[in-house]
């Protein structure tokens, strides 16, 4: 097992994609109670950032900006 905690973008690279890490950087997330801790935290995050709903635009940009002629 590793013995220095995960770093921040390690963290976030593994609560992007797990799959995509290491089994080095997974064991240490599995057997670390602080990095354990820590990737909860990114991953309650990333959860409520998706869960928020799109930015709804009532504004049609495009023909203000052909009516402008520029």
């Known amino acids: ?9 390690q963290l ?6 797990a799959e995509a890490v290491s089994a080095v950087l997974k064991d ?3 057997h670390c109670p602080h990095c354990q801790l ?3 935290k990114d ?3 990333i959860s ?5 709903p799109a930015p709804a635009f009532d504004v049609d940009l ?5 009516a402008s002629g520029t």
Do not use: F, G
Request: glycine share 0%.
């Open 1 to 9: 097992m590793n013995t220095t905690h995960l770093t921040e973008i």
């Open 12 to 17: 976030q690279l593994y609560a992007d994609d």
């Open 28 to 30: 240490q997330a599995a």
């Open 38 to 40: 820590k990737l909860e």
């Open 43 to 45: 991953l309650r995050i």
């Open 48 to 52: 409520a950032v998706k869960a928020m």
């Open 62 to 66: 495009a023909a203000q900006v052909w």
